[in-house]
């Protein structure tokens, strides 16, 4: 059904863009505290997203690519992996992952780079 197909393919592009805004925006050096949070959001967020068949999806991914939450780096470089891996299987064109921190920003001030905006 092309409807839901539309629904869907909405709710995975605000789904992609928060994803990897909170990788671009997460600390360069984490604390444990920190690192634990992002790595429980990961798995939480791949329970309850609502596509059912991609969540399958998905937690299968995490199995062969944990979650990498040692840097804002690491975990960017990962988001942009396991993303390029879902874009494989749908047949869509790789990203370059070295574009990534260009393209997502928060309009919001870095905790550890006040002199950004
Ligand atoms: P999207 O893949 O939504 O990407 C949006 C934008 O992000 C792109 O236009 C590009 O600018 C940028 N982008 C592309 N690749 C990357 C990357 N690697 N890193 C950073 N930015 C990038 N749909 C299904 O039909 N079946 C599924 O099994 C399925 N599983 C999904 C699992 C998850 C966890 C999520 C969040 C979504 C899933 N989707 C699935 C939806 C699918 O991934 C797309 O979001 C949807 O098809 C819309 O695709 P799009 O071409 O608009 O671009």
Known sequence: HL???TIKAELG???WMLLHTILARYPEKPTSE???ALSAYIYLFSRVYPCGECAAHFQ???KQFPPQTSSRIAASQWGC???NKVNARLGKEIF???EIAERYQ???EDAEQSDKS
Do not use: M, T
């Open 81 to 83: 992996h396991v993303h």
């Open 60 to 62: 299968k991914l995490l």
């Open 13 to 15: 592009r605000a789904s």
């Open 34 to 36: 920190e690192r634990e």
């Open 3 to 5: 409807g839901n197909e």
């Open 96 to 98: 370059d992952c070295n």
């Open 106 to 108: 928060c309009g919001c």
